[in-house]
C-alpha cells in the first residue's frame, strides 16, 4: 500500500510561531501603534525574475493565485495586506494547517482561473502569481497586462522563464523560496519575520539530511504527478527535485532544466526509479494514480513497481511553499525505511 506523507504540524506551527516577530513598533499619545522605521523603510528595490522593482509603500491588496503563493503570505504575517486568494478546492484540508485562522480571515474570490476581470472588481494593487501559476499568453493574463490597468505583479521565483523558450527555473527550488521570503520580507518591511523562517527552514532541511541515505544508498526516485501517454513530472527547477535530493533520495530527471514538463515513459523505464513519489492533486486521485502506475504494463519491472515503494505527497508540499522544509523531512523518513 502508498505511504501518503503530510507535512508535521509541529514543524509548521514552529515557523509560524517564527512569523509574531517584525518590526519595532511604539505607541503615539493616543495609544495606537506606529512603526519607527516605516518612514525610512521606503522606498525598497528588490530583484524578481531578472528585473529590478521598486516600491515606495507596501501593497494593501494583493491578490494570489494558488495555495502555494498564498501560503507565503500567510506564512510572513501578511494577510491584512490581502484583498484575497484564488484556488480550486482540490488541494487539500486547509482547515488543519497553522494558517487556517488566515484562511478564514481572507477572502476566497474564486475557486477557478484567476483573470483581470477578477483583480479589477478586488482592487488590487499588486498580483502575486507565476508563469503556469495563473500567469499565462494564452489565458490573456500576463504581467504586463495588468500593468496597463495599472496592477503591479511579483512573480513566484519558481516560474522565473530561463531563457530557453518557455522552460522555467533560474535557481534551485529552495533557493527560490528563500529569495522570495527576503524579497517579500523587504517589499512589506517584515525582513525579521523571512530571515526567522529561512532560519527556520534551513535548520529543519539540515536536520532531515543529517539523517539521509547517502552515498550509494540513496535511492533513485521519480516523481509522478499526472499523465498517462506521457508523465508530467520535475525537472532540476521545481520543488520536488530539491524535496527529494535533500531527503537523501537521488532525482533521475535532475538532468532536465526545467520545472515541471513531461517526459516519455521509455525514460523512466531507463533510469528504473526505486521509489516513486505522487503528487496528490487534481480530480484523479493519489489512489487512482497509484492504480494506474501499479497496473500500467510497460513499468512492471520497474523497481519501485516491482517492490510497491510508493509515496503520496499533496501538491503544496511540491510546488514553491513554506510546506517544502517539512516535506523534506517527511520524505526522508521514508526514503530510509527499507525496500519492500
Known amino acids: 500500500m502508498p505511504t ?3 507535512p508535521a504540524a509541529f514543524a509548521l506551527a514552529t515557523a509560524l510561531a517564527l512569523t509574531g516577530c517584525g518590526a519595532e513598533v511604539t505607541r503615539t499619545a493616543d495609544g495606537k501603534e506606529a512603526s519607527r522605521k516605516a518612514d525610512a523603510h521606503y522606498p525598497v ?9 521598486t ?5 494593501q491588496r494583493v491578490v494570489t493565485n494558488d495555495v502555494g503563493i ?17 484556488m480550486p478546492d482540490d488541494k487539500g484540508d486547509l482547515s488543519a494547517v497553522p494558517w487556517k485562522d488566515a484562511y478564514r480571515k481572507t477572502e476566497w474570490l474564486s475557486k477557478d482561473r484567476i483573470n483581470k476581470e477578477l483583480v479589477l472588481d478586488a482592487r488590487a494593487d499588486l498580483v502575486f502569481a507565476g508563469w503556469n501559476y495563473g500567469f499565462s499568453e494564452g489565458e490573456g493574463f500576463t504581467p504586463a497586462e495588468l500593468r496597463r490597468v495599472g496592477v503591479d505583479s511579483y512573480l513566484l521565483s519558481e516560474s522565473c522563464r530561463n531563457g530557453r523558450g518557455k522552460a522555467r527555473g533560474v535557481m534551485s527550488p529552495l533557493d527560490a523560496l528563500y529569495t522570495d521570503l527576503a524579497n517579500l520580507g523587504k517589499v512589506f518591511d517584515v525582513e525579521d519575520r523571512a530571515e526567522a523562517l529561512t532560519k527556520t527552514f534551513r535548520k ?22 499526472d499523465g498517462k501517454d506521457k508523465p508530467l513530472t520535475s525537472g532540476a527547477y521545481a520543488g520536488p527535485h530539491d524535496i527529494i535530493t535533500k531527503a537523501g533520495g537521488d532525482h533521475i530527471m535532475k538532468d532536465l532544466k526545467d520545472s515541471w514538463t ?3 515513459w521509455e525514460t523512466v523505464v531507463d533510469r528504473d526509479p526505486e521509489v516513486i513519489v505522487i503528487n496528490d492533486y487534481g480530480d484523479t ?19 519501485a513497481i516491482r517492490n510497491n515503494r510508493i509515496v503520496v505527497l499533496d501538491y503544496v508540499d511540491l510546488v514553491e511553499s513554506p510546506r517544502n522544509p517539512a516535506a523534506v523531512s517527511s ?10
Open 4 to 6: 501518503c506523507v503530510r
Open 45 to 53: 528595490t528588490v530583484e524578481n525574475c531578472g528585473e529590478r522593482k
Open 55 to 59: 516600491y515606495d509603500k507596501a501593497p
Open 70 to 86: 498564498t501560503e507565503i503570505m500567510f506564512a510572513l504575517g501578511l494577510e491584512d495586506h490581502m484583498a484575497g486568494y484564488v
Open 204 to 225: 529543519q532541511i539540515a536536520e532531515a539530511q543529517a539523517k539521509a541515505p547517502k552515498g550509494g544508498d540513496r535511492p533513485r526516485v521519480f516523481l509522478y504527478d
Open 262 to 264: 513531461t517526459v516519455g
Open 285 to 303: 486521485t493519489a489512489g487512482q494514480k497509484r492504480n494506474f502506475l501499479m497496473s500500467y504494463e510497460p513499468l512492471a519491472n520497474v523497481s
Open 331 to 340: 520524505l526522508a523518513a521514508e526514503l530510509r525505511k527499507p525496500g519492500s
